[in-house]
């Protein structure tokens, strides 16, 4: 395949192919970049490099389009391209990515902390500095969780039930209801400052808002936790949090706070097959958490989950909230996905 030129706003300070001279010096836009191959050379020296594109230092990551087979279908109103399959290309080692990396563009992006994908985005990083990690990043499994929710007084038809899926972590109680509070004030026609550090901010006043109200105080009689079938005893909390990684609430590894003392518990692992199943007290003590200043109440770990809500309240899996009638959810293993971990960066 020949190079796709596209003429001028070349990346800075970048270097021709053919002389090693700075392109795009000369005023007007008048040297050539290959969106393919990342070659950039001056308008005088192209004719010099071959007409075959190579595509680069990123071939092994890219599907060229000679390898897409695309069946044409056309009807009266429009044309449709279906992709069909791929035609693999003769490179050695091609392997196209069948694997997933993070970009971290959230608020909390607790995975992409785990692995290694940073806490926020860098607005100034170059794309290819990011393809060049993802090229020397390494395959890790993740365990992938079904949640099927069944509320309590319908027809008990199976139509009612819903199913989720959870990579990171599901809640009840408090941290949810926080969670919900500023999902709602996000939602409404008068949220219209958004920055990272407001939403820090927004995130705090409620918090010391649950602090005041407690609007799951007593958590713990409104609802019944089995692991693995055994039903556990719940001390006075406001929220139950179940764990697949180890960040939570934006980087807050819960399950190791002080673990050194409990030896009847296991390590946490992203792909065991298992949850950490861990207890709050308050709002309070949420923020005590976030800080490092307590611990979590362990409850233990677990392969199946069932969790009877009795009384409505808020719950969030991985991060989306909502407000939860009487139900009862199951918590069963799915599937593993496969991640990519950036190796250099990774907490796990
Ligand atoms: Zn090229
Ligand atoms: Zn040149």
Redesign the pocket.
Known sequence: MK??WIKGNLPLNVMCDICNEECDVEPGQTDWW?C??Q?CVHDNCKSKLSKI?D??KFRLMIIPPSSLEVINLRSTVRRRLYLCSIIPPSWPQWNPLIVVAIIPLGTGNDLSRVLGWGKEHDPNKDPRDILQEIQLAQKIELDRWTVTVKPYGGLGLRSSQQVFYMYNYLSVGVDAQVTLNFHRTRESRFYFYSSRLFNKLLYLCFGMQQVVERDCKNLNKNIELYLDDEKVDLPSIESIVILNIPSWAAGVDLWNMGLEGYEKYGKQSINDGKLEVVALYSSFHMAQLQVGLSQPYRLGQASSIKVKIIKSCAMQIDGEPWYQHPCEFNIKYCNKATMLVNTDKKTI
């Open positions: 190079h796709h290959c393919w191959c070659r594109c595509f680069g």
